[in-house]
């Protein structure tokens, strides 16, 4: 695939290149010998969307584009539309017809509206560029455009995102207190940078994570008072929030990577700190405003204050419990409510996304049985992120379920509408179907680690190479996009205990 | 019961065309039209039958397949007959070999074709009647 400036353009040029527009559509077909009138026609057409290059594809490349999209059809006969009668019929199929190309979707027997639209389509016809495809289904006759245009598109975008990626710097961020309340934060997540983090930047995030354990402890902790929340400690706990946001705009990977962090916490505390992570990186990701991702980050925060009011022994049993006990666990919620009630300045959405966690969107949820709608927003993300997270905690009742289990049972609920599918989806393109900081083992043998996700492919996130084939470590960093790198594939994930001298953010 | 068939493809106009065919056809069928839609509902949804498309937005047909082979090993869900339709097969001739595929069809297909070899595998499965 070559690139040409219009401006290369000459007549009497013979094109050897099939040529598209960077937006997809096709300009022209190789084998043509350029004239004024198809220069004078470019140009305006650049001027009009200010577009300065095309690109120049092969033969084979054009029909490798087309047919991923199933759309390169050799037609292997011929119709001809003018001397069709109504009551004939005609064949599903792919027809070389008027230098297009006309795909009949099913067998159709030839009506007098059919004739009308034959007629307009010989009319169109004559404008279309050959070998266009066209596609006939029930009343509608049309170019089929879209698909081509969409799948040169996305190819051409694709390439040029993956050399965009491998070049790029990080930007400077915003400060969260310079972003209006209002404005989505999306925008600023830095791009995922296949580059290695300095030691620096690595010990920043440790220390952010040692800094909100400290104060996720002090408040979660079972020996701590949870009905008598002062104004200090949320105060303190707001800023953690925006701390956690402020790390994960800078580095969103690695701020992931720090679900995998082992630590000797108590459950609740730990079980915070993560749906506080990925609650901030789901929010931002859908496009909620800075408040919103804040009132999301509190109430993750807040959420299980209500659970330091139950009896301990009933919150660690393990064993299943009896009716009456699910019962009082069930109203944990409404505790943890209460315990902020008296807390001012708490906007009532985080309220709201404490006391609803637990609803499900068919109505079976605790404690008020809500169903769809009625439910908060952020109440939905929350759901998500709690079961995803508690699926992957080792409990006194069960084992910890395997991330591939965990997010499975996200698509059963997600299918038996328990959780939205929004978030579920959302949540898999931001973790992957092997979350950041997961080992894997490549087909050529070699020993990596997930940086980042691919919303585009599940299974071919962005790996770091860590040791290769015969498993000596690498001395310099190596970034491989599976996405983008042919035959590069994962084969297994490595279990840590596998390799127990890697730190966990080796790789990084 | 008719039989639960899972159309997947990101056309929504062959989509809908494959769906409208097999409905008349007497089947139950839903559609989906993304990698995450047809990895949710193909792993919850015990269809009998899945047509895939292999190139999909966020994760493509063969990743699916594979997955949905994982989940019937695990004992998750019960085995689907699974059909490729894709005019994309030669590029992935060595991985669609090592899934378990009934029938690889390359496109376009017309609805009629289509429904004859869905009959087919139906036929093809059917317990002896005593």
């Keep these: 695939m070559n690139i040409f400036k219009i401006d290369q353009l000459r007549p009497g040029a013979l094109l050897k290149s099939e040529l598209y527009w960077v937006s997809g559509e096709k300009l022209l077909s190789a084998g043509r010998k350029l004239d004024q009138t198809d220069l004078k026609a470019i140009q305006s057409r650049k001027q009009e969307r200010n ?51 006309l795909w009949v979707i099913e067998t159709r027997r030839i009506t007098l509206q059919d004739i009308q639209t034959l007629a307009r389509f010989s009319d169109e016809v004559v404008q279309a560029i050959p070998g266009t495809i066209f596609v006939w289904y029930k009343d509608e006759l049309k170019e089929r455009n879209d698909p081509v245009v969409k799948a040169i598109t996305e190819n051409l975008c694709r390439i040029q995102e993956a050399q965009t990626r491998v070049k790029a710097e990080r930007r400077p961020i915003k400060a969260l207190n310079e972003i209006a309340p209002k404005e989505k934060l999306r925008e600023y997540l830095q791009r995922p940078l296949l580059q290695a983090r300095t030691a620096e930047e690595k010990q920043q ?30 105060l303190e706990h707001r800023h953690t929030v925006e701390d956690a946001i402020q790390m994960i705009l800078r580095d969103c990977d690695l701020a992931m990577n720090l679900l995998n962090q082992p630590s000797d916490i108590n459950y609740l505390t730990a079980h915070a700190f993560k749906v506080n992570i990925l609650a901030i990186e789901v929010a931002t990701t859908m496009g909620l405003s800075k408040q919103e991702i804040m009132n999301v980050g509190l109430a993750a925060t807040f959420q299980d204050l209500g659970m330091l009011c139950l009896p301990q022994a009933l919150v660690n049993k393990p064993m299943p419990l009896s009716p009456s006990e699910l019962q009082e666990v069930r109203r944990h919620p409404i505790y943890s409510v209460e315990a902020l009630e008296k807390v001012q300045g708490l906007p009532r959405d985080v309220s709201e996304g404490i006391s609803q966690a637990h609803e499900r969107l068919d109505g079976s949820g605790y404690p008020a049985g809500l169903s769809g709608n009625q439910i908060h927003p952020l109440a939905k993300i929350l759901a998500v992120i709690n079961v995803y997270v508690a699926m992957l905690s080792a409990r006194p009742y069960r084992q910890a379920l395997t991330t591939y289990d965990a997010i499975f049972f996200l698509l059963h609920n997600a299918y038996y509408n328990l959780l939205d ?37 599940y299974t071919r996130p962005v790996v770091s190479l860590i040791y290769d084939a015969n498993r000596k470590p690498l001395s310099t960093s190596c970034f491989i996009d599976l996405l983008h790198t042919d035959g590069a594939e994962i084969v297994r994930i490595v279990p840590p205990d596998e390799f127990p001298q890697l730190q966990m953010d080796d790789g990084f | 019961m008719p039989k639960r068939i899972l159309v997947v493809d990101d056309e929504e106009d062959i989509a809908r065309a494959f769906e409208e ?13 993304d990698g995450y839609d047809a990895l949710e ?56 070999s090592q899934v378990p595929v009934r029938h690889i069809i390359p496109k376009p297909v017309g609805v009629e074709d289509l429904c004859k070899i869905v009959n087919r595998v139906f036929e093809e499965n059917k317990p002896d009647d005593f």
């Excluded at chain 1, 069709?84 to 297009?100: I, N, R, S």
């Excluded at chain 1, 440790?206 to 008598?228: E, G, I, N, V």
């Excluded at chain 2, 949804?45 to 989940?71: A, C």
Aim: hydrophobic fraction near 40%; charged fraction near 25%; charge should be negative.
């Design chain 1, 205 to 234: 995030v440790t220390k952010h994570f040692d800094r909100s354990l400290d104060r996720l402890t002090q408040t979660l902790h079972p020996m701590s008072r949870a009905t008598r929340l002062k104004a200090e400690s949320v």
């Design chain 2, 41 to 96: 509902k193909a792993t919850a949804g015990s269809y009998d039958l899945i047509t895939m498309d292999l190139r999909l937005p966020k994760q493509d047909g063969i990743s699916t397949v594979k997955q949905i082979m994982d989940m019937v090993r695990l004992g998750r869900m019960a085995k689907p007959a699974v059909v490729i339709i894709s005019g994309y097969v030669d590029e992935h001739k060595l991985e669609l």
């Design chain 1, 51 to 101: 577009e300065e290059e095309v690109y120049g594809l092969s033969f084979e490349e054009e029909k490798a584009l087309l047919n991923q999209e199933g759309l390169f059809f050799v037609p292997n006969r011929h119709l001809d539309v003018d001397t069709l009668k109504a009551g004939e019929q005609v064949l599903h199929g792919v027809y070389d017809c008027k230098m297009v190309v």
């Design chain 1, 421 to 457: 599918r929004n978030i579920v989806k959302t949540l898999l393109d931001v973790l992957s179907l092997f979350p950041i900081g997961t080992l894997v083992e490549l087909k050529t043998g070699e020993i990596a680690r997930v940086v980042s996700a691919n919303e585009e492919a």
């Design chain 2, 21 to 33: 065919a097999l409905s008349k056809a007497g089947y139950d069928v839903t559609i989906a039209t």
